[in-house]
């Protein structure tokens, strides 16, 4: 990223499986996210992927070839002006890692929807990405028209009219749709354009405690590192509210599971103290909501290697919400099944189903203790720390996978 400020809103990269979307993350920020092992091996997403950049605009060019993402215009080579610095939350689209996405979605103030001119619209993960961002109450979305330059004028417009009436019936409402090429970088000056028209910085809630949705948790010592060079384990996710300072205590949760023995078991919060902030680019000594953040700890890296910390929530001490081990949720079903290729329709929850529940950051199962047409009461399998009032989206499993059913409201 150009310009080393923290950035102020999170974009979501959504949509089905090869349609473009870190290709897109790269042509906008210089940064291909897939950098996991099994992601290189097989040209997926696996994990939610991340990357900053910066908006610019030229003064002397008309719109909207002077928006950019450089700090000179290439059109006149004259000094642009910065916008806002922004961070993408690139997110798998194979349908087996529905849950990722929808974890992701939590992180998110908007989203770009891609969809590929080449193939039919929609897909199966299209219509359940669209839903997913829906269930998960966003409603800052651009569709971005990705490929175009595989497919022939008449092709682009006939498949810009599948996607409109889709958008329509699916929404009830039309949004942008940008065509774009995100190989040959065409047409990004008119998407990043629709990005700052459409995808508003939101009111940061700096008066509140510190709050953070943990999205990735790392153990960032070199094999072999000898016991006195070992740096403590990182986090990383997005404050939702207040500030983190370098030297702060937090308190982590839901933390460590206690067996105290006769089938008693007991949450306790994981403390600790944050010993380096990284966002926006560089090193920070302090870090607001806007954009995503890498907190380092002195934790034992060991409880933050290969994601372990996922889902929980981070903040000052005494302040963290409820850690609910089992709960009750007002529902919000769909009429039909979300990425089936069935026409399936959503039967009414039942008593010992279980089901897939995504607060948050955090994936759990829940098993349904009691169930009503509205009301439904689980025991879960994973606590998951969160305030009354919350979303959660609801899946249920048919055959091996599952699939989006509505959403639930905590309390």
């Known amino acids: 990223m150009k310009k080393k400020v923290q950035p102020e809103v999170n974009i979501g ?7 473009g979307k870190t290709s897109l993350t790269k042509a906008l920020s210089g940064v ?15 994990r939610l992927g991340y990357a900053d950049t910066a908006f610019y605009k030229c003064k002397k060019c008309d719109d909207p070839e002077c928006y950019t993402v450089k700090e000179k215009c290439p059109v006149d080579g004259s000094k642009t002006e910065f916008l806002r610095a922004v961070s993408f939350v690139d997110s798998p689209g194979h349908e087996t890692l529905m849950a990722t996405m929808l974890s992701g979605a939590a992180l998110m103030d908007g989203a770009l929807l891609l969809i590929a001119a080449n193939e039919k619209c929609p897909q199966t993960q299209t219509k359940e990405h669209l839903m997913g961002l829906q269930t998960s109450g966003i409603d800052n979305i651009i569709v971005v028209q990705n490929k175009i330059d595989i497919v022939d004028r008449e092709g682009i417009i006939a498949n810009h009219k599948e996607i409109d009436d889709f958008i329509r019936n699916a929404l009830g409402r039309s949004v942008p749709i940008i065509p774009v090429s995100a190989h040959h970088d065409a047409n990004l000056d008119v998407l990043i354009q629709a990005i700052e028209e459409h995808i508003p910085t939101p009111k940061m809630k700096t008066d509140l405690p510190g709050r953070m949705f943990v999205a990735r948790s790392f153990d960032v010592n070199n094999p072999g590192v000898k016991p006195k060079d070992l740096r403590g384990g990182v986090i990383g996710g997005t404050l939702t509210q207040g500030a983190f300072k370098v030297g702060d205590e937090i308190e982590i949760a839901p933390g460590f599971k206690n067996d105290m023995g006769g089938g008693k078991i007991e949450w306790e919060n994981i403390q600790t103290t944050i010993t380096s902030i990284f966002t926006g680019g560089k090193s920070q000594d302090e870090v607001k909501p806007g954009g995503l953040a890498a907190i380092g700890t002195n934790l034992d890296p060991a409880l933050t290697k290969s994601d372990s910390l996922t889902g929980k929530i981070i903040a000052l001490p005494g302040t963290l919400p409820p850690v609910w081990e089992s709960c009750s949720m007002t529902l919000h079903l769909l009429d039909n099944v979300v990425g089936s290729h069935d026409d399936l329709k959503v039967d009414d929850i039942k008593t010992s189903e279980p089901l897939m529940l995504n607060v948050g950051t955090s994936t759990t199962v829940g098993i349904v203790t009691s169930a009503r047409t509205s009301k439904a009461e689980v025991s879960l399998k994973i606590p998951i720390c969160a305030e009354v009032g919350q979303r959660i989206a609801i899946s249920r499993r048919f055959g091996s996978k599952w699939r989006l059913i509505g959403y639930g409201i905590l309390g």
């Open 32 to 46: 291909w996210t897939d950098t996991h092992s099994e992601e290189i091996k097989r040209g997926i997403s696996i």
């Open 13 to 19: 990269m959504v949509g089905h499986v090869d349609h």
